[in-house]
């Protein structure tokens, strides 16, 4: 079983940055690729970025290519996502999640465990 903690959401105007980050509990972090979503109310959840095991590999949605960077510390178990350039189209609740393979995916069904999510809003 693998627990997942996200953090560093919060309100940021137009423009800015926010770096969220992923705590994940269990001794094998380096084997699973990790991922983030968002989800907005009354939508479906949505795929935003994607980090295999070794860290080798990422994939982002194309509305956030060039804006966020997803990246890992596989000593310190976690996975951080920057967020850049931010837009109100960007708020949402944020979610990590943990895929029990070391391969990279950008559907939620690809994913095993996750987090309950942080806030992040963007006043325009």
């Known amino acids: 079983q693998v627990q997942l903690v996200e953090s560093g959401g919060g309100l940021v105007q137009a423009g800015g940055s926010l770096r969220l980050s992923c705590a994940a509990s269990?001794?094998?972090?380096?084997?699973?690729?990790m991922g983030w979503f968002r989800q907005v109310p009354g939508k479906d959840r949505e795929f935003v970025a994607t980090i295999a095991g070794s860290g080798g590999t990422t994939y982002y949605a194309a509305s956030v290519k060039g804006r966020f960077t997803i990246s890992r510390d596989n000593a310190k178990n976690t996975v951080d996502l920057q967020m850049n350039s931010l837009k109100p189209e960007d708020t949402a609740v944020y979610f990590c999640a943990a895929r029990r393979r070391g391969s990279i995916a950008t559907i939620q069904d690809g994913y095993d465990y996750w987090g309950r999510g942080t806030q992040v809003t963007v006043s325009s």
């Open positions: 269990g001794r094998t972090f380096s084997s699973y690729a």
